[in-house]
């Protein structure tokens, strides 16, 4: 007599499980190293070539550190007053910053020297940027206008006033040269095409903005502002994709990790949130001593660098992955099994310990596969714990009795089973073996289906709404996929921009680039 093996109830994974494969990557960041500044941190930037230095704009100068020795390796102090804002040039060797006066300086980061002083603003200019070409500047004042700067001429190209408050964010499009984006206290994000020397196109974020982003295939851009994270699609009209809502004091800046494929947005609530770009779904959350006004993030997160309100630096290297400690493990575990076994013993004892059998599988002994099924529905079951009714479901398709225990049913019995496939088929984890019960039960009632009135009638009805519901999104998302490899085929202009980058070294490169004479002026006056 052969002896009956319980059902083995599948272990199904939660959703939203708190170990996830980003909770494993964030926490690889060594344990914060502390530096002090004089006054808060108002941005952060890395340099984009090797050994990645990152600047950091605190009070009147600007300190670029090392990130492996967390020391100040050089100090840019040619400011009367606050500087705002030192970003490095795509290929690291100029840097640019704003400065309470109104001046944006352009540096020169191996000898410290001010290269240019661009001079045109009337209120102090809170950040600046170098175009995709390397050869302009944006610049974003109080005054309320941005100017594009030329580094060659020391010259205004163009000036825009379009803001009714002060301009405290703003960014470039990293594709083209000629897409600038401005954020205003006005609430206002309001985008520039400098051929055309006007405003493209003007969306409200709803409260006063002060970070925006693109990202890297510059059709996307963020704006964060107030306690929100909006994603807007500037190739559709600007028009807003999502909203983030995860802090719940203001949103202070936004950064890129993992090159592009993650968005870090700090907040006063002094919590750090890391989102998934393909779903903007928040993937995990780091931690700080106090307000967070600026993030820096080094390419494939090398080091990520925090920037709080009280003036504290926060440096964390990314580690290598610690290594498996199962080989150790394996060794002491044979070594222990072989010891035992080498024991001589006059007569082994077993004990076998009676398995006591759920009311399923007592009737699933018997086959009574009916009984079975009614067994899982009628002990609110459905609500906590479904995956015993698919468990049971899918023994009964592995026995090929399902239709013995779904064809001779009355209509209250029946409605609950239908109302479970429909509620659960949508689930990635369930949808498999429902679909064989939805298309066991058509096959079981088709001839008595045009007989079904009242609620047997209403839930086979609702049964077609939700599997054409189910292939039309299929649909929609083969459609996406589709929308997603073009786009992400004609993104790939990382090699376009490396030849840009490599031609303007190559034909303006610093050694060519000498001091003007308002710099040298200003140089003088400050030492």
């Given at each position: 007599m052969t002896s009956f093996k319980p059902l083995n109830v599948k272990k199904y994974p939660k959703t939203g499980q708190v170990v996830t494969p980003d909770t494993e990557y964030w926490k690889r960041l060594s344990v914060p190293t502390l530096a002090k500044e004089f006054g808060a941190i108002d941005y952060i930037d890395f340099s984009p070539i090797e050994?990645?230095?990152?600047?950091?704009?605190?009070?009147?100068?600007?300190?670029?550190?090392?990130?492996?020795?967390?020391?100040?390796?050089?100090?840019l102090s040619r400011f009367q007053e606050t500087a705002y804002g030192g970003t490095f040039r795509q290929d690291g060797r100029l840097l640019v910053a704003g400065d309470e006066q109104g001046l944006v300086k352009l540096f020169d980061t191996s000898s410290k020297n001010v290269l240019r002083l661009f001079k045109g603003h009337k209120a102090p200019v809170h950040r600046v940027n170098f175009t995709s070409d390397l050869l302009h500047i944006a610049s974003f004042s109080d005054d309320k206008t941005v100017k594009l700067w030329?580094?060659?001429?020391?010259?205004?190209l163009h000036t825009f006033a379009a803001h009714d408050d002060y301009i405290r964010a703003g960014t470039v499009n990293p594709v083209s040269a000629d897409v600038i984006v401005s954020g205003g206290y006005d609430g206002k994000i309001n985008l520039y095409d400098t051929r055309t020397k006007e405003v493209t196109m003007s969306v409200d974020h709803?409260?006063?903005?002060?970070?925006?982003?693109?990202?890297?295939?510059?059709g996307i851009f963020i704006s964060a502002g107030g306690t929100e994270v909006r994603v807007w699609d500037a190739f559709a009209g600007c028009r807003l994709l999502t909203k983030l809502s995860q802090h719940h004091k203001t949103v202070s800046c936004l950064r890129l990790g993992s090159n592009g494929k993650r968005i870090l947005s700090g907040g006063l609530d002094r919590h750090v949130k890391i989102y998934d770009v393909s779903t903007y779904q928040t993937v995990h959350t780091l931690d700080f001593p106090n307000a967070v006004l600026s993030l820096g993030v080094a390419p494939n997160d090398q080091t990520v660098v925090a920037g709080m309100v009280d003036g504290l630096v926060s440096i964390q290297n990314m580690e290598a992955p610690a290594r498996p400690k199962s080989q150790v493990k394996s060794r002491r575990k044979s070594t222990i099994v072989s010891t035992k076994s080498d024991i001589a013993v006059d007569h082994q004892i077993t004990e076998e310990q009676r398995q006591r059998l759920e009311k399923y599988d007592k009737h699933l002994k018997r086959y009574e596969y009916s009984k079975c099924l009614d067994s899982v529905m009628g002990r609110g079951l459905s609500t906590k714990s479904p995956e015993i009714i698919v468990s049971v479901m899918q023994e009964l398709i592995h026995r090929k009795g399902l239709n013995r225990a779904l064809a001779p049913r009355d209509d209250a019995s029946l409605c609950q089973i239908i109302g479970f496939v429909c509620r659960y088929i949508s689930e990635h984890r369930f949808m498999r073996v429902l679909i064989d019960v939805a298309t066991t039960l058509l096959d079981?009632?088709?001839?008595?289906?045009?007989?079904?009135?009242?609620s047997v009638g209403k839930k086979f009805l609702e049964l077609s709404y939700v599997l054409e519901r189910e292939v039309a999104l299929t649909y929609d998302l083969l459609e996406l996929q589709g929308s997603l490899e073009l786009l992400t085929a004609a993104a790939d202009v990382s090699s376009n921009k490396d030849d840009v980058i490599h031609f303007v070294q190559d034909t303006h490169s610093t050694s060519n680039l000498k001091q003007s004479v308002m710099a040298k002026e200003s140089s003088i006056v400050t030492v």
């Open positions: 050994p990645h230095y990152f600047a950091v704009t605190c009070s009147v100068r600007v300190q670029i550190y090392n990130p492996i020795t967390k020391l100040v390796v050089k100090n030329d580094v060659a001429s020391e010259k205004a709803g409260s006063p903005v002060e970070s925006l982003l693109f990202l890297p295939t510059g079981v009632y088709e001839d008595k289906l045009h007989t079904f009135t009242g």
